[in-house]
């Protein structure tokens, strides 16, 4: 009766699926005795039409859905903002701000714009190369003498557990510039339990904060464990150029006026130049200072700081002088200046604090993990990555950086993609329709809730050859419009992609240049919660490579 009253209503222009009361109970049911991915996968196999891939509908938490896997279509929902969203759900995320408070990826888009801008510009650029340094360190220091020994006793190595101890210590020397001694080992496992509750219980239905359950109440202990590491630093960290330096001055409430007077002449104390500028040069400083203050006062403290920034490297051009700091230690000043005698909102800093430490770690943990699984049934693979990855003879830690990636390192750039296509760090996500919209034919209606699948998609044998075979070299060729989005696509696309990019890229040359690798796990699956962890642990036996020198010696 399902599938006979699905065609009827495929003809007359609404997507083939599950609709009515019996079936929604069932959708829900069976997403919360499964999992979300378990139900796609379902409706995309008795519904899609196979190489059609027809949009599907179904009901979810009470809301109208349509599940799209043609990458067509996920190419509209992330390009067409007239029809669509560009960001989630609020109801999806609401579990999400209990949780962790304030972050990235679920505040109201007016409010996610000035959080992007601050948090882009301290994954790239200069600061991402430089993160890219603190990554080589901690690889050079501390995994390889550990991975070397455990290459000599052959003890197999949980390499989830591995990956997780590195990428935590360099997102808390990247992000707060930390020395590696001033990080207690409890840190690292506190950090992965906490993100371990938000991941289970963001979609699936679970008791509230406040009721005092096991769960709740370890989560409480972990979280509380790291906003206490992190608290004492809030006064250190207020002036620096860091993440968390930004983040502190973002959520400084400002004193307007209070030191508007000062800030030219620090504008000018930073700059030298061959000529000194007389009264008429400072003068026209402080008019461009006036200008920007008056017309742009009530904006947020770090846009406030660029278009002082801005204006000073005008004034600079012009009067031949240069900036005898690092701009990103110059627009810190100004926010800083700014920001004297005002309130720090600690709370708030410590929510998007916690939560910045687990994105700069779980997605490249993940990345790291399945690429070395892959690889680590794919000999052929692992030896062309040792090749690219030996070619540098002339450091310990290949030096791969945020330019070099794509051209220099393209096989190890290759392997990323590969693995995140196969295990993207998010399997599923979603986007209202806030316009009637027509997709080939079918049309969704205004408050519609579209959802996708990365791991749908990415492994649909519509699309890729081969699909659920690991091979790099696939991605020499141009892909579809659509068909690859592991980090989902369009102005909300994830922002630490490049972060994630560089710190696997560097963990996975130094593994294959001086190790060959066997996984003793057999038939890993995927654990589905909010990212795409593996169900087991991931056991990982390393053997030192004949050709090259003892690595303590090198």
Wanted: net charge neutral; charged share 25%; aromatic share 10%.
């Amino acid at each position: 009766l399902e599938q006979s009253a699905s065609k009827k209503a495929t003809k007359a222009g609404v997507p083939p699926g599950y609709s009515g009361f019996v079936s929604a109970l069932y959708c829900n049911a069976s997403a919360g005795l499964q999992d979300l991915l378990s139900l796609f996968i379902e409706l995309s196999d008795r519904f899609g039409g196979g190489e059609k891939m027809l949009p599907v509908r179904f009901n979810f938490l009470g809301k109208s859905s349509v599940l799209l896997t043609d990458p067509r279509h996920i190419h509209q929902v992330f390009n067409d903002s007239e029809h669509f969203s560009q960001s989630s759900h609020p109801q999806s995320m609401a579990r999400f701000r209990e949780l962790l408070g304030f972050n990235l990826i679920s505040v109201d888009h007016d409010v996610w714009k000035v959080v992007r801008s601050r948090t882009t510009a301290i994954l790239n650029g200069r600061p991402l190369a430089e993160h890219g340094d603190v990554m080589r360190s901690v690889m050079e220091t501390s995994c390889l003498p550990f991975f070397e020994r455990c290459a000599a006793t052959q003890e197999p190595l949980d390499i989830f557990s591995s990956m997780l101890e590195f990428s935590s210590k360099v997102v808390f020397m990247a992000f707060m510039r930390l020395r590696a001694e001033e990080i207690p080992d409890h840190i690292h496992p506190a950090l992965n339990r906490l993100f371990g509750h938000v991941r289970r219980h963001v979609l699936e239905p679970s008791f509230p904060l406040w009721v005092p359950s096991p769960a709740n109440n370890e989560f409480k202990r972990d979280r509380d464990s790291v906003r206490d590491f992190i608290q004492p630093y809030i006064e250190r960290q207020k002036t620096l150029d860091t993440m968390m330096g930004s983040v502190i001055r973002a959520h400084t409430r400002r004193i307007p006026g209070r030191s508007d007077a000062r800030i030219p002449e620090y504008i000018a104390s930073v700059f030298v130049g061959a000529e000194e500028s007389g009264a008429h040069d400072l003068s026209r400083l402080s008019e461009s200072v006036a200008k920007v203050l008056e017309a742009r006062r009530d904006e947020p403290t770090y846009q406030l700081g660029r278009e002082l920034a801005r204006a000073a490297n005008e004034w600079a051009k012009a009067t031949k002088r240069a900036l005898s700091i690092r701009q990103e230690q110059f627009e810190a000043a100004l926010e800083t200046l700014l920001c004297e005698g005002g309130e720090i909102d600690r709370e708030l800093v410590l929510q998007e604090m916690v939560s910045n430490l687990i994105g700069g770690s779980e997605t490249t943990i993940l990345l790291m993990t399945w690429g070395l699984y892959f690889m680590s049934e794919r000999p052929e693979v692992q030896e062309k990555l040792h090749r690219e990855a030996a070619a540098d003879t002339e450091h310990k830690v290949p030096l791969i950086t945020p330019s070099t990636m794509k051209e220099r390192w393209s096989y190890v750039y290759n392997v990323l993609r590969e693995t995140l296509r196969l295990a993207p760090p998010a399997a599923v996500f979603n986007r209202p329709v806030i316009a009637d919209v027509t997709l080939d034919g079918f049309t969704l209606e205004k408050g519609t809730l579209v959802w996708g699948c990365q791991y749908i998609t990415h492994r649909s044998p519509h699309v890729w050859s081969e699909p659920e075979r690991f091979m790099p070299e696939r991605f020499e060729q141009p892909i579809p419009a659509g068909a690859f989005f592991p980090f989902t696509l369009g102005p909300r696309m994830c922002v630490g992609m490049g972060y994630a990019h560089l710190e696997a890229a560097i963990a996975l040359a130094t593994i294959a240049k001086y190790f060959t690798f066997e996984c003793r796990t057999r038939d890993v699956s995927h654990e589905m919660g909010l990212t795409f962890r593996p169900d087991r642990p991931v056991m990982v036996v390393l053997k030192k490579r004949a050709c090259e020198d003892a690595i303590s010696g090198a």
